[in-house]
Structure formats: C-alpha cells, structure tokens
C-alpha cells in the first residue's frame, strides 16, 4: 500500500514570496491533515479537511496560508507571501476516519521550507 | 483544553540499557493516546496507542507503554536500546472526535 506523498521534499525561497506544498494521502482516507512542525517543537495543525470539507481552519493564518482539498483527494498548501517565521517542516498526514479510535495518523515525508 | 507535556527535552543513553521515556496528558476524560517516533528527515511513525482496555499496551520494534490514570501518564520503555532507536518521540492525544495534540518531543540519543 502506498503512502502518503508529498512534494517538494525540500523548498528555499525568500521572504515575500510563494510557495505550494503538495500532498496525495493513502488511497481511501477520508480525512487530510496539514501540520507544521518548527524546529524542536511537535506538529500544530494548521487545516483538516474531512473529504473536500474543511474540518478545522482555526489555526490557520488566513492572511498569508490557504488550502484546499479538491475532489476530496489531493491537497496543496499555499504560503503568500511568506515570512521568515514560516520557516518549517510541513507534513501531511491522512486517517480512515476523523477522530476517535480509528483516526490513527499516517504521515508523509514532510516538505521542508526555509525562508531567506 | 488538552495538552501534553513531555519533561524530558533530550535523553541520552548507551545501547543495550533500559529506556523510559515520561509523557503527561491533560484532559478530564480517558484520552486517546499515543506515541510517535520521528527519524531524521522522515515523517512521523505510529508506535503504539491506547484506547481503552489494558493499560499495558505493546507496539513495534520492542516498545511498551503503560497509561496511568492517577498519574495522568503514558510513559513509553523499551529494555534494551539499539542504535537505530536514534530519533525524535513525540506523545500525542486525541479526544473522541477532536484533533489530535502533540507534546513538544523527546530526543534520544544512543551511545555505543
């Protein structure tokens, strides 16, 4: 069974400018996960789509990030402009379900971002 | 709110010995719990996890973790440590239906 992908892998751009983030989850997995995850720190979520709905937003910084889930399959993250504090490990994870006793995560390799 | 609070930032220990690594939840109800090991450069990786039932739970590479509710813990162990145990552990919860959380992480080191 094929995992969770992402792309690209790794990202350097400057300050002010955009970048996407890519994610296709393991086949069947109703529920996609964006966390960000700052050097030394555990993932925050920033978006959960339940299908091609939104789940959870509240984290999200609206004014720069978007995301979107369409066909309720592959998702991109998007960052503009993006800030030095931005700076992160992306990851992508996808679950069965939301929540409760079958909503264990699984976990793309993550898009590594660092802003100049 | 839920938390989770992982005392130790870095641990250290020689290959061969004995591993415990401390994880604290706050949350009324029984959470879910689980712990996630994370390598260099790599996503996260499912351990083990606790629903409901025995509170000796088992997961891969020779993990254990026991949930201790007066204690509000779920410290993972591991007798005997491998050099490929190298990586970064991160205990999470998540409430029925809820996000899940992460604690801030524990990195392990191994000597040899």
């Known amino acids: 069974e094929a995992g969770v992908a992402q792309s690209p892998r790794y990202k350097i751009i400057e300050k002010r400018q955009s970048v996407a983030f890519w994610c296709n989850p393991i086949?069947?997995?109703?529920?996609l996960y964006w966390y960000q995850q700052i050097l030394g720190q555990g993932p925050k979520l920033l978006i959960q789509?339940?299908?091609?709905?939104?789940?959870?937003d509240s984290q999200l910084p609206k004014d720069r990030f978007s995301a979107e889930r369409l066909k309720g399959v592959d998702s991109t993250l998007k960052i503009q402009p993006a800030k030095l504090e931005d700076s992160a490990v992306y990851l992508c994870?996808?679950?069965?379900?939301?929540?409760?006793?079958?909503?264990?995560?699984?976990f793309g390799e993550g898009s590594r971002l660092t802003v100049l | 709110a839920q938390s989770v609070t992982q005392p130790d930032i870095h641990i250290t220990v020689s290959e061969g010995a004995s591993l415990e690594l401390r994880c604290n939840y706050s949350?009324?109800?029984?959470?879910?719990l689980f712990w996630y090991v994370q390598s260099p450069g790599q996503g996260l990786q499912l351990l083990l996890k606790?629903?409901?039932?025995?509170?000796l739970v088992q997961g891969i590479k020779g993990f254990e973790a026991e949930f201790k509710r007066s204690q509000s813990s779920f410290n993972l162990r591991k007798p005997s440590v491998h050099w490929s145990d190298a990586a970064e552990y991160f205990c999470?919860?998540?409430?029925?239906?809820?996000?899940?959380?992460f604690g801030p992480g524990t990195r392990l080191s191994v000597l040899p």
């Open positions: 994870a996808s679950s069965l379900v939301t929540g409760g006793a079958a909503g264990e995560l699984f």
């Open positions: 086949s069947g997995h109703a529920t």
């Open positions: 789509f339940q299908n091609n709905g939104v789940v959870d």
């Open positions: 949350y009324g109800a029984t959470p879910y």
């Open positions: 606790y629903f409901s039932g025995d509170t």
């Open positions: 999470a919860t998540n409430n029925y239906g809820q996000n899940f959380v």
